[in-house]
């Protein structure tokens, strides 16, 4: 089969904001406990962070990280988690039936996002608390001093304010199982009410409402709409979550779970204008796609709580195979070609919990497979995302009617003259020629790179024992040709080809 892709310099759809390739640590699991933080494990710094997990989160190459939930968020008592370790409470987290020992809290999260190289994004409770619990947090995170929270963060050892920037009001709040769910009236208006006061404290802040928990949601669409009716004039963002599944375990059919992400995108965006166009407001809400990943192996009742109330058991540990690490690039490449709107993202979650690192507690950690389409896509996605016109064919799906084949997204970094090919081949019979046109860019290109991401067994994955069975292999079928290129992409394939010019 053949396909074609042509992008002109001259024609950017945006610049690709960095806070895309986030990810997200909650209290879950051994996400935070034997996943970032293991005082005594072998790598463990004096702060009783894992190295390991460290330096697997610096190569995956992640810009933000949501913390502390998720659910979690929706019971949390920030207080609990600050002071001297010793004097933190134990405490039932209802979010996931678990002890939440508090060992570690804001301050950790912080010192291990700075250690770590990442942006710090933080959200306030608004299930069980409301606007006063979040100026206290943040007074206490960003205030320099002079007042009391602030003050008492310095008297716990900070004496310079967190100053986080991104912060979500609240998770999930159209969810019946969120603890003090909401209607959309009761949310619009407390989240217009905390952004108001945390916007007191701190002009700076970047806010994010909630969306729907997911597209499914009955009230879908009209959360949207009546939540940024209430909060559109103070928030700056919504939030989007979405979880892929594997239904009826057909590749075709599994696939369009990335055109579905892509109607979802657009569909919320249309929903923000809309509100924009009844205030007659140029102003543009921007999309925080803050929850997104495969889940569907481990999203049964008992993989989501333990009897007994443990500490950090062992919750939603999903294990990715070849075929997930094939959605999570597509989904990738979705994101990047929404980089007008789509301006943050954070995988869910980070490490154990559905995550793209695994560890085992006193052990070892490793990649899992969707690690490497994300560590790909967050290494050579720089820059500006250009308007990719693709010819390609199409397929037939139940889901998706005239699924194209080819899936591309192409980014250019004017600061390294690097141009970037992001292409899943969703045939799983024909291996795709595909011709690409990079017009404006002058001859002479380099080929710095050229790597797929395949694997014959579509279930196969990466294991402790056998941690490099799902990992990208250059791709020999990538020749330059004139002003572009011509590559051949194998059957069920994620590729990425760098180019530079000169
Ligand atoms: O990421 C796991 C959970 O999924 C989060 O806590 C919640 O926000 C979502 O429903």
Redesign the pocket.
Known sequence: MRAKIVVDRDFALSDLDRRVFGA?V?H?GRCVYGGIFEPGHPTADAKGFRGDVMELTRELGTSIIRYP????MSGYNWEDGVGPVEARPKKLDL?WFSTEPNTFGTNEFVDWCKATGVEPMLGVNLGTRGPDEAREYLEYCNHPSGSHFADLRRSHGYEQPHDVKFWCLG??MD?P?QIGAKTAQEYGRTALETAKVMRWIDPTLVLSACGS?HRQMPTYGSWEYEVLDHCFDQADFISL?T?FANKTDEIDEYFGVIDQMDSFIKEVVAICDAVAAKRRSPKRIMLSFD?WNV?YKTHKIEHMRKPGWPEAPAL?EEIYNAEDALIVGGALITLMNNADRVKCACL??LVN??GPIMTETGGPAWRQSIFHPFALSAKHGQGRVLQAKIDTPTMVTKAVPDMPVLLAAVTDDPATGQTAIFALNRSSSESLDVEIGLRGFGPNRTLIEALELHHPNLKASNTKSAPNTVVPRPNADVTIEGDGLRAKLKPLSWNVIVTKAG
């Open positions: 997200f909650e879950l939930g998720g659910n979690f979010a998770n999930e969810g199982w928990s979550h979880y929850e889940w939603l869910a979650q919990v559905i």
